[in-house]
């Protein structure tokens, strides 16, 4: 049997430029430049049976990956010569618009550093005073002595633009892998001194009636914001809530009843019941209202404190208790009130006609003089000051005991003869009536007697 010839040099290279050729044609085919995978042809059986004509007979596409070549080189910015840079074409999502960009060329500025960047109209720029607002970074580029020194990539393939941009994910969107790793999501302030940082926007059904569009969360100089049209929160990073509403409306609403909220300047009101198992420590004043009043303690069962300090060091006004006449009382003053002043306890009228003091020393001390005045006891027995040193009653006493009178005014004789000697033995009828009438018009004087 005879051997067929070997084939000559010229014919194997033509064949493998055949090979090749029929190679790239399928790579034209089957590829979406992110990459291929030769595998096992699933139909025909050599070169002479003509290229696959499915994906996995011989040539499959890779899956289409976020870091894929095709990705990584999108509007990829490069050095060229002297001050040009080079960008590759790509596609880009800015401002709500989605652009297709030609590759292309720029002339950065020399001895800065130039910011290059899509801008809103879809056009690659430059410029030497930062990103714009509403643009896509794509490079920083570092330009000393007519030459380019550095090529900084600022590109993302998450974030659509700067302060503006956007991505449509997918929904939900998940950051981490089920509790299994941590998922980190990290949103970025705009530029340097600006006050604004991150934001997370919630927007409402389209289809639902309301007075606002979306919720803003968002980072805002030092503290964390939440926005509804207007600010209606905000946690500062001293660690205070802040609510700028005031009225019913805001506050705090706790388990769909218990409500605190801001009714006027620096006053909080609740109208609810407020229990506090430990003190409560006013500052200033006190007010209860309504019918239900105030309780301190527990029914009968722990004792009932209020304290109400004093003034600082030096002063002599203590704690105060007042208590307010009916709003449509016609009164001469409008509350009593109960002080410490000095080492005393005092009662009085807020007009000051009235100020009874009960001293340290248990001294009862009443400034009123007259009828008016004095202690009244069961609705009918008084006694009061009438003159100066002089306690007076206009009803019945009964003593007991002993009445001991410490000091009797000086008997002055009215109508008698000063030296006159009184001997009871020798005394006529007319000398006694003198002296017992004497007597009588003096103690009326002196007001032992009537």
């Excluded at 055949?18 to 590829?31: H, P, Q, Y």
């Excluded at 010569?81 to 720029?106: H, M, N, P, R």
């Excluded at 000393?144 to 991505?167: M, P």
């Excluded at 207007?230 to 769909?256: D, M, V």
Aim: charged share 20%; hydrophobic share 40%.
């Amino acid at each position: 049997m005879r051997r067929q010839p070997t084939l000559q040099t010229q014919n194997q290279n033509r064949l493998a430029l055949d090979e090749i050729e029929r190679l790239k044609a399928d790579i034209r085919r089957f590829s979406d430049g992110s990459g291929l995978v030769i595998t096992t042809p699933t139909t025909g059986s050599g070169p002479t049976d003509g290229p696959p004509t499915t994906p996995g007979a011989g040539v499959e596409p890779l899956p289409h990956v976020l870091y894929g070549s095709k990705h990584t080189r999108s509007l990829r910015v490069t050095a060229a010569t002297g001050l040009d840079i080079d960008f590759e074409q790509g596609q880009e999502w800015v401002a709500g618009v989605f652009y297709s960009i030609s590759a292309g060329s720029l002339t950065m500025a020399d001895d800065d550093t130039n910011y290059v960047f899509v801008n809103t109209s879809g056009a690659v720029a430059v410029n030497t005073t930062g990103f714009p607002s509403n643009s896509t970074p794509l490079a920083e580029v570092v330009t000393v002595a007519g030459a380019i020194t550095s090529v900084a990539d600022r590109r993302s393939y998450l974030a659509g633009g700067v302060h503006g941009g956007g991505i449509l994910l997918g929904n939900p969107l998940e950051v981490g892998t089920d509790d299994a790793d941590q998922g980190t999501l990290i949103l970025y302030g705009d530029g340097a001194g600006s006050a604004e940082g991150g934001e997370i926007r919630l927007h409402m059904a389209a289809d639902y009636d309301a007075t606002i569009e979306n919720w803003r969360i968002e980072a805002y100089e030092d503290d964390v914001r939440f926005v509804g049209g207007t600010e209606k929160a905000r946690f500062t990073y001293g660690g205070q809530l802040q609510l700028p509403t005031s009225g019913s409306g805001a506050g705090i609403l706790i388990g769909g009843d218990c409500l605190w909220y801001r009714t006027s300047a620096s006053v909080w009101r609740t109208p609810d019941f407020v229990v506090m198992d430990s003190g409560l420590i006013v500052g200033a004043a006190l007010t209860v209202q309504g019918a239900t009043g105030l309780s301190v303690g527990a029914n009968d069962t722990t004792r009932g404190i209020a304290r109400l300090f004093g003034s600082a060091g030096g002063s002599a006004l203590g704690g105060v208790f007042q208590v307010y006449l009916a709003a449509d009382h016609d009164g001469a003053f409008e509350l009593w009130a109960i002080d410490a002043l000095e080492d005393d306890l005092r009662f009085s009228t807020s007009d000051g006609v009235v100020s009874n003091r009960m001293t340290a020393e248990g001294q009862l001390q009443m400034p009123i003089v007259g009828i008016g005045g004095g202690i009244l006891v069961g609705g009918d027995v008084l006694l009061y000051r009438s003159v100066a040193d002089t306690w007076r009653t206009p009803d019945s006493m009964i003593i007991d005991g002993t009445l001991a009178v410490g000091t009797v005014q000086a008997y002055t004789e009215s109508n008698v003869i000063p030296d006159r000697s009184y001997d009871a033995d020798a005394t006529t009828l007319d000398e006694i009536a003198d002296v017992l009438g004497t007597l009588i018009v003096d103690l009326r004087a002196i007001g032992l007697i009537s």
